[in-house]
């Protein structure tokens, strides 16, 4: 099962899959069904930061250091957890400024300087080849333990038989691989979704892996993780390996360390390639900013449970950076191990996969092409098609790159074990955060200044860091970490001017901290900006608050199409520029005319845009300096940005504003339209009650006038009849002045000028003087009235006559109303909390539900009968409720019609407050 | 009406991971338990879980754009 060809063939063939799969998912892209665009594949993308550091280096710094192996996890937790704030910003400034690397990032905040770029693409490849060279390590170490346990594994093959040696081979695929799927377009921005995908399918492998070989150690070697931990608490020497004590440097050591995962999460370049580069839609950052975290969770999980494990087998477990392997392979599990050996095959290629990637932009677009387009006597602004050329210095510096990482490994890398390795890169990656994060917050930052902080950060990391690896593994005197450089004692690079107890990186990474962000600040403060610095790190420091900035031209510079159109093609292909040119049509009048694209002047938005497409296949600072070859002018300065700025922000106040306004007059338009239905409604009533009003004074009128003129044209009419009709004409009279008093009445209710005298006065009393007014009216039809009151004395404040004027009104409505045979009406008295009430019941037809508060309105008639056969005239003039109902009003009392008790017809009610206290009363 | 944006809340909870991952609370709980193995990764374990879940919390709920 152990045999070389088998795991050969497995290993190779897990390999291929990875490459079926990356096509599987650039076909997917390419048809628009992108398996990418989602934040659980964002999240296991980044889980690329697990390498096979992680996956035998955990379990090893767990054994010997405790728990400080997952400060290595706790650091990108906390990042992502201000993903929202940081990782946003960057990706929204990558998108809009086309950026391809941690190097070009950084390049274009300090002015598209083509020196920071360089300097950064330096750094990284130093500091990070060694990287590199520890994940072919992890493969050849591993692969050593799978085919000699329980014989000791050795590092690599004999010296001058590489071509022996798997790790090589390994190499050579990758190489395979990522020229295949990273470099299958030039534009380094378009993301590599294959890649992408292979990524992902990646981080599942090696969290299976982990598990399955976690939850067999576990589970299956002791029972359960309580059984596990009794165990190894019987064994006396691992009695403080859980504790901070055995964390090297202590509580510093610790804190330091965590400071350096978080700094190095962020800019180690593979990360920086996955998080913002390859980042399809920055709200998957929020799906990631706990998955992500999850995912560390539960790849560590079982990291103590198997370092305990490994303690406990002793010499048969090997180096505690192989126990993952061995454990199962003392237990006699082969196919547990094998897939454990896939498990850290998976996390070294991923790793080596995408840092290879980012590393080959880095080379060919801050390194190596800056330098030919200063190299006139290549001529080559004058060749046709570069982009051939472009792709061709990208696939040398991944071969380039992945050659170096195995020569490393292959020279120095027995020295190191995996953790130094791996934190030494850690440091080195980390020397780009001060530049990065002070670059995106602060505007000051200056292009002096950061490469300032970037080379002395960088050559404190070599003197503390770099060279005593170097004399460590015996390249140099070791005299050099015991008595300083030149026998010069504080210069020691572990204990750098006397600095003593703390561990090597947390002492590396306060001085390296202290010289880089010190010199940023200190030369950035007496340094200047150029204008196109000044307008970059607006933009940058902006990225979050304004998108109509980023989305403004900012070029005043003026160039032809043609001129333009030419430089693109060179650099870009035909494909490309078409696309561009034919989004940026001129203008009809222009097209018209048919003049030469070589007369017409470019637009400002495609000159900006003509340059986001260089960047993005050859980076900020070369892009810019293109541009700069064909176009004449500048960049917008810092006033100019900052006039668009505090423009649109006007704007949008000014949109506020009368967004304000717009509201508010849509309101007022509401309660005007509103106040004018009313008085169209009222001017309604008017009209309708002048008409009323004409109609009821000219029926008496014309019956006066008809009489009237009988008598006056008719001399010899008998005596009796002149009396009948003097008579009618003395009570149509009667009726018009009542009428009209009435209406002045009403008039005077309506404007309020009515007159009140209210006084003490007994209702009872009152109520009687009513009856006895009407009481003839009523002998008259015959009608039985019967009177019940509950006191005999009911004390109310109003005004007498008016009162009266009231209690008759009603008196004679019941008179009306009430039925021709037999007709009764009730008059009531109760006492309803501080109030009389009075009712007048008749026992006519009644007043239907509907019209109840209809009788209230003025010249409103109950129909008598039904409506099929209408009973006659009305008996009233139509005022007489209204204007009761005014006056009760006016006295504090209320008026309305209620279902009927005893008689059956219509039934109103009025009610008058008691009077106050005589006491009270006095007092007033 | 106030609304609190993502931000504001996932920056006290970074501040909450610091505190948690940082030596004076760490301190607290590095103390033997009764079979002598410290209680420090079990702590550590928990308080990084309960922080991923407060932050899957409070992402989920969000529905800022």
New interface residues.
């Given amino acids: 099962m152990r045999s070389d060809p088998i795991i050969l063939i497995i290993a190779f063939g897990y390999l291929a899959l990875l490459f079926i799969i990356a096509a599987w998912g650039d076909r997917r892209a390419e048809k628009g069904r992108s398996v990418i665009g989602s934040s659980t594949v964002y999240a296991l993308s980044i889980a690329v930061y697990c390498t096979a550091w992680t996956f035998y280096g955990s379990v090893g710094r767990a054994a010997e250091h ?2 400080s192996f ?2 290595i996890y ?1 650091g990108p ?2 990042a992502m ?2 993903g ?2 940081l990782i946003r910003k960057m990706v929204r400034i990558a998108r809009a400024q086309r950026i391809t690397s941690i190097a070009d990032f950084i390049s274009a905040r300090y002015g598209k300087s083509g020196r920071i770029g360089a300097l950064v693409a330096l750094i990284a490849v130093i500091g990070v080849i060694p990287y590199i060279a520890l994940q072919l390590k992890a493969i050849t170490i591993s692969y050593g333990v799978l085919t000699s346990y329980p014989g000791s594994a050795t590092d690599h093959t004999p010296d001058g038989l590489f071509l022996l040696d798997k790790s090589f081979w390994i190499a050579i695929v990758l190489a395979v691989f990522i020229i295949l799927f990273g470099t299958r377009q030039l534009d380094a921005s378009e993301r590599h979704e294959g890649m992408v995908t292979a990524i992902a399918f990646e981080s599942i492998i090696k969290l299976l892996a982990f598990l399955a070989v976690g939850i067999f150690v576990t589970f299956f070697l002791y029972s359960g993780p309580v059984d596990l ?2 165990r ?2 019987e064994h ?1 020497e ?8 055995d964390v090297p440097g202590g ?1 510093a050591g ?2 330091g360390l ?1 400071v350096l995962s978080t700094l190095a999460f962020i800019t180690l370049p593979r990360q920086f390639q996955v998080l913002v580069v390859e980042n399809v839609d920055e ?1 998957h950052l ?2 990631a ?3 992500f ?2 995912y560390l ?1 539960a790849i560590n ?1 079982f990291v ?1 449970p198997v370092a305990l494990a490994g303690l406990m087998l002793g010499s048969a477990a090997q180096s505690p950076d192989s126990f993952v392997l061995t454990l199962p392979l003392a237990a006699g599990k082969e196919v547990l191990s094998l897939f454990v050996f896939i498990g850290g095959l998976s996390a070294a290629t991923g790793m080596m996969i995408v840092e290879t990637i980012a590393l080959s932009t880095m080379i060919s677009n801050q390194l190596v092409m800056p330098m030919l387009l200063k190299m006139r006597s290549l001529n080559i602004e004058q060749q046709e098609d570069l982009s051939g050329l472009l792709l061709g210095i990208r696939r040398i510096a991944i071969i380039l790159i992945l050659f170096l990482g195995y020569l490393y490994h292959a020279l120095i890398g027995d020295s190191y074990s995996l953790v130094t390795i791996g934190l030494v890169s850690f440091a080195a990656a980390a020397q780009f955060a001060p530049a990065l994060l002070l670059g995106l917050f602060w505007r000051g930052a200056t292009q002096a200044g950061a490469a300032a902080g970037l080379i002395g950060g960088f050559a404190v990391w070599c003197h503390t860091l770099l060279i005593p690896g170097f004399a460590q593994s015996g390249w140099i005197d070791v005299s050099l970490l015991n008595d300083g450089p030149w026998g010069i004692a504080w210069l020691r690079p572990y204990n750098l001017f006397g600095l003593e107890g703390y561990d090597i990186y947390t002492h590396a990474l306060f001085w390296t901290m202290l010289v880089n962000v010190g010199l940023i600040v200190v030369v950035s403060l007496f340094t200047r900006q150029s204008n196109l610095e000044q307008t970059q790190a607006a933009l940058f420091t902006e990225a979050l608050r304004q998108d109509a900035l980023q989305n403004t031209p900012l070029w005043r510079g003026q160039t032809s199409r043609g001129e333009l159109r030419r430089l693109i093609h060179r650099y870009l292909g035909h494909r490309a520029t078409q696309r561009l040119f034919t989004q940026y049509q001129p203008d009809t009048a222009a097209r018209e005319t048919k003049i030469d694209d070589d007369t017409l002047t470019a637009s400002p938005g495609l000159i900006a845009s003509a340059e986001k497409q260089l960047a993005g296949a050859l980076g900020n600072s070369s892009a810019r300096v293109l541009i700069n070859s064909v176009v004449k002018g500048e960049a917008l300065d810092l006033n100019a940005v900052l006039s668009i700025l505090d423009t649109t922000s006007q704007t949008l106040e000014y949109n506020r504003q009368l967004e304000q306004k717009s509201k508010e007059l849509a309101r007022i338009g509401e309660e005007l339209r509103s106040a004018n239905d009313r008085l169209r409604e009222l001017d309604r009533l008017k009209d309708e009650f002048v008409a009323m009003v004409s109609h009821e004074l000219r029926t008496p009128l014309t019956s006066i006038r008809a009489f009237a003129e009988i008598l006056r044209d008719t001399p010899n009419l008998n005596d009796e009849k002149k009396a009948h009709f003097l008579d009618v004409i003395v009570r149509e009279s009667e009726r018009l002045s009542r009428l009209i008093e009435e209406i002045l009445d009403l008039a005077r209710l309506e404007s309020g000028r009515m007159t009140l005298k209210p006084e003490r006065l007994d209702l009872v009393q009152a109520l009687h003087q009513s009856i006895d007014a009407v009481a003839r009216l009523y002998e008259e039809r015959s009608i039985e009235l019967k009177v019940s009151l509950a006191r005999d004395c009911a004390e109310v404040v109003a005004d007498p006559d008016r009162l009266q004027q009231v209690m008759i009104n009603l008196l004679d409505n019941a008179r009306k109303f009430a039925s021709t045979q037999d007709g009764r009406v009730n008059v009531t008295l109760e006492v309803v909390g501080h109030c009389f009430r009075l009712s007048v019941e008749d026992n006519g037809e009644g007043i239907p539900e509907n019209q109840r508060e209809l009788v209230f309105e003025k010249f409103h008639q109950v129909e008598q009968g039904s409506i099929t056969q209408p009973k006659g005239r009305p008996k009233g003039t139509g005022l007489g409720l209204p204007i009761c109902r005014g006056i009760l009003a006016h006295l504090g009392g209320r008026l309305w019609v209620e279902d009927p008790e005893n008689l059956g017809g219509a039934r109103l009610v009025m009610e008058l407050p008691c009077a106050p206290d005589q006491r009270v009363i006095t007092q007033e | 009406m106030q609304k609190r944006t ?2 504001s809340r ?2 006290p ?2 501040l909450l ?2 505190l948690f ?3 004076p609370i ?2 607290i709980f ?1 103390t ?1 338990a009764s ?4 209680w ?2 079990l702590y ?2 928990a308080a ?2 309960i ?3 407060l ?2 919390l409070v ?2 709920r ?1 529905h800022e ?1």
């Fill in positions: 405790g728990p997952l400060l706790f937790t906390l957890l201000l929202w704030l931990f009794q190894a608490a006396p691992l009695a403080q390996s859980l504790s901070l004590a509580s610790w804190v965590l709200n929020r799906r900013s706990w998955m975290p999850l969770f999980i103590i | 993502l931000l996932l920056i909870l970074t991971g610091v991952f940082t030596p760490l301190l590095d033997p079979n002598g193995l410290s420090l990764p550590l374990f990084w879980l922080l991923i879940l932050t899957a992402v989920e969000s754009e």
